[in-house]
């Protein structure tokens, strides 16, 4: 069965840190991956996704993510997080014909 | 307007009763979804449905009903509130090429 792994539950960091959130699926096929966004007391929101092609994406508000397919991975970046990064967020992961696996997410606390 | 509407915003009720949340979708998409999203277990899949008419079991569907009669609206029923289905509540419309959810149901049961 696919799964979703992201690697840190909580991170906490400081304005001006830069980001990474580690994401590793499992699935042998073809993927779709996902970033979303979950602002506190919002609902979750596209972030980036990745369909084929370059696997550098480029999302709003200065994420970016790296599809590396030798390693089963999607890890979220950013070079220089803000304090309204605080969120959660999650990583998510569909083959080309089935529903889209989410992984349990992980919370950003930016410290001002 | 547009888009993916759920409610109500948030709920009350006690234990035993019955309490349907409600979820339209605009867009005419065939999925739909239902996750509950609690502290420490990310968002899990409760239903989802392909299709009016055709629904089937996700994560967790124990003490859940769905119905899917028009494509537009996906309600989901708790047929008797226990309290672990505190909860918040999303549903979700799209398929494998990203998902759109609603704002949430905040559901406490007392």
């Known amino acids: 069965a696919q799964s979703v792994s992201q690697h840190n539950h909580h991170v906490i960091l400081s304005e001006a840190a830069s980001l990474e959130l580690g994401c590793n699926y499992s699935?042998?096929?073809?993927?779709?991956l996902f970033w979303y966004v979950q602002y506190p007391g919002q609902h979750l929101q596209l972030l980036l996704k990745y369909f084929s092609g370059d696997p550098l994406v480029k999302g709003i508000k200065g994420f970016e993510a790296e599809f590396i397919k030798s390693k089963f991975s999607f890890n979220l970046r950013k070079p220089s997080v803000q304090w309204s990064d605080t969120a959660e967020y999650f990583c998510?992961?569909?083959?080309?014909?089935?529903?889209?696996?989410f992984g349990k997410g992980t919370r950003l606390h930016i410290l001002p | 307007d547009a888009g993916i509407t759920q409610s109500p915003r948030y709920k009350i009720t006690e234990t035993g009763r019955q309490v349907t949340l409600m979820c339209h979708q605009t867009?005419?998409?065939?999925?739909m979804f239902w996750y509950r999203q609690d502290l420490g277990h990310g968002l899990r899949l409760i239903y989802y449905?392909?299709?009016?008419?055709?629904?089937d079991k996700g994560e967790v569907p124990d003490g859940y009903v769905v119905s899917r009669s028009k494509t537009e609206n996906f309600p989901l029923t708790l047929e008797s509130a226990t309290r672990s289905q505190t909860s918040v509540y999303f549903c979700?419309?799209?398929?494998?090429?990203?998902?759109?959810f609603g704002s949430g149901t905040r559901l406490t049961v007392v």
């Open positions: 867009w005419s998409h065939s999925y």
């Open positions: 979700a419309t799209g398929q494998s090429y990203g998902y759109t």
């Open positions: 998510a992961v569909s083959n080309r014909d089935d529903k889209i696996i």
């Open positions: 699935y042998g096929g073809t993927v779709n």
């Open positions: 449905s392909a299709a009016a008419d055709i629904t």
